[in-house]
């Protein structure tokens, strides 16, 4: 059943030698995996194979010059790529109530901004945090009146 950890051949006849692949660990996690040597119908020895974790790891992926954002004025929605092999969340650092989280996936959080309709200067932060880890990321958003959203890298 596991996909990273491969036995050939699978079965046969006999004597036999048996190559194992095993793929690398990408992901943050460890993982086992066991597999039955079977003879008539008996499972005669299980053999365990443990693969330990990679370094966590969680990049924010900007596809904008100068790590910058310019969104409409009149508002509009748009998504922000997470390279990453750990679980993370994101959350705004306080309510806006323009800006709001959409969508998430394991590939990207999506934003949502309300257009500006009072013509004046709204500030927030986002947090994206690797959960189980120190590894933290935060984006800046400022709102300028008559001005569309703004947004950069603060620190990582």
């Known amino acids: 059943d596991n996909e990273w950890c491969k036995a050939w051949p699978s079965e046969g006849k006999d004597d036999a030698l048996i190559s194992i692949k095993v793929f690398e660990n990408q992901t943050a996690y460890p993982r086992t995996c066991e597999m039955n040597v079977v003879a008539r119908g008996q499972v005669m020895a299980t053999i365990t194979f443990n693969q330990v974790a990679n370094q966590p790891s969680m990049e924010l992926a900007y596809a904008y010059p100068d790590d910058t954002k310019i969104v409409n004025e009149f508002g509009e929605s748009f998504k922000v790529r997470i390279d990453s092999n750990i679980e993370w969340k994101s959350e705004l650092s306080y309510n806006s109530g323009w800006l709001h989280l959409g969508e998430k996936t394991d590939e990207y959080q999506e934003f949502i901004v309300d257009a500006n309709t009072e013509d004046v200067e709204r500030v927030t932060s986002v947090k994206f945090r690797a959960i189980g880890t120190d590894i ?12 569309a959203l703004g947004w950069r890298r603060l620190y990582s």
Do not use: A, D, S
């Open 136 to 147: 933290e990321h935060r984006l800046y958003y400022q709102r300028y009146p008559g001005y």
